[in-house]
């Protein structure tokens, strides 16, 4: 079993919809969590990042942990064709030695006018 | 955020040579800085994790001998590829982590494209 689970997709979005990605990691002691959001051909770049139960808002961008379950999503609101990237759900294990992150596969969005 | 810059974007050496790579904190300094491979349409995949002074921390399967990593300040770290392969083209990305409060965030550099014919 893979440590951070991420559906590969592409998950296809009208413009102006809700997008949501889903993520899932195996180490329960999991202290922090990441989204990343990487354009084809570049570095992947911060969206947010969450350390407690609950949702937390970012302009468009909400993520929601719920380490019971073990489980964290991202949604985005009002989607926009730029939006179209690979999503990276990062995670940050208590047991992890130094603050080395483990990465899910990521989730490829496409965002259709 | 906080800006890590990497260099070169791309390279494109001989089989056979060596390639250094630079991964620099501009407006922090840096605890620890990581290095990723990614080849085409897959994740993240940790190599090494450096900190400053010490000998980086390799992940398993990562030839240490092949992946030479220095780190010689809190804002500075490099890669070398060394007797570089076709093989070893891929998307190289460096990362530097710092903390804030009790928390620790990560940055990426650009990252560099190495193609090796």
Known sequence: QKEVEQNSGPLSVPEGAIASLNCTYSDRGSQSFFWYRQYSGKSPELIMFIYSNGDKEDGRFTAQLNKASQYVSLLIRDSQPSDSATYLCAVKGFETAGNKLTFGGGTRVLVKP | ?117
């Open chain 2, 1 to 117: 955020g906080a800006v890590v810059s990497q260099h070169p974007s791309r390279v494109i050496c001989k089989s056979g040579t060596s390639v250094k790579i630079e991964c620099r904190s501009l407006d922090f300094q840096a605890t620890t800085m990581f290095w990723y491979r990614q080849f085409p349409k897959q994740s993240l995949m940790l190599m090494a994790t450096s900190n400053e002074g010490s000998k980086a921390t390799y992940e398993q399967g990562v030839e240490k001998d092949k992946f030479l990593i220095n780190h010689a300040s809190l804002t500075l770290s490099t890669l070398t590829v060394t007797s570089a392969h076709p093989e070893d083209s891929s998307f190289y990305i460096c990362s530097a982590s710092f903390r804030v409060g009790l928390n620790t965030e990560a940055f990426f550099g650009q990252g560099t494209r190495l193609t090796v014919v």
